[in-house]
């Protein structure tokens, strides 16, 4: 596909993270980082999003308020990105956005490497609260999921859902409803609720 050149400042970078289902397993692809940026996509001024991978977010350490620009491509299977546009070039960093404004939540500033999301561990995060609080904050995740519906099949079903993995005492964190996955001949599986205790009990409230 042709690249597309684009530029404008960026309003929020997370992680870029795709999560597999397979009934009651899972496992995640950790893909690079989302930036999500107000400005000029080919020659229409809009909100759009970018996937960039692990080593170019290393070289130029995006983060909220910067002025970037690059090229990219229309992702070729929406329904596996969270973004609109990936496999970025010739991205540079125009200025500086300088310290965060405010205090958290939203936690702004420099993201940490993939490892350390892997680390943390994440808690399902309510949908709404995601889009009414969540969007620019380094800690929320809105991932693309392809659950296996039936592995003899090979039959898929595609859906979004959102994480967070911010420290536990945040005010504005809701879980909304436990997370149902399809299966063969009509079943389900529900996710639990210590689930997400499990994977974040190594960190403390205030990590």
């Given amino acids: 596909m042709e690249k597309v050149s684009w530029s404008g400042r ?16 899972r496992g995640h692809s950790y ?3 989302c930036l999500v940026i107000e400005g000029l996509i080919d020659g229409e001024t809009r909100q759009f ?4 991978g692990k080593a170019a977010q290393a070289k130029h350490q995006f983060q909220v308020g910067d002025e970037v620009s690059g090229q990219s491509v229309p992702v070729a299977d929406p329904r596996k990105e969270p973004v609109e546009f990936y496999r970025a070039s010739k991205l540079q960093v125009l200025e500086r956005g300088g310290e965060p404004a405010g205090e958290p939540p939203p936690w702004h500033g420099l993201p940490p490497d993939l490892e350390t ?4 561990g994440h808690r399902r995060l309510a949908a709404r609260t995601y889009a009414g ?5 380094i800690w929320g995740c809105r991932m693309p999921v392809e659950m296996i519906i039936d592995p003899w099949q090979r039959t898929k079903r595609y859906r979004f859902e959102t994480f967070c ?3 536990k005492s945040c005010a504005f964190y809701k879980a909304g409803p436990r997370r ?3 299966g063969r001949k009509g079943m389900q599986w529900e996710e639990p609720d210590w689930l997400d205790d499990e994977l974040t009990a190594h960190r403390g409230p205030d990590e």
């Fill in 10 to 25: 960026i309003i929020s970078v997370q992680p870029r993270i795709r999560l597999n289902r397979s009934f009651d397993e």
């Fill in 31 to 33: 893909l690079g980082y």
């Fill in 49 to 52: 999003s970018v996937g960039i």
């Fill in 117 to 120: 999301y892997r680390w943390r």
């Fill in 133 to 137: 609080k969540c969007t620019s904050c």
């Fill in 165 to 167: 993995y911010g420290p």
């Fill in 180 to 182: 149902v996955v399809p």
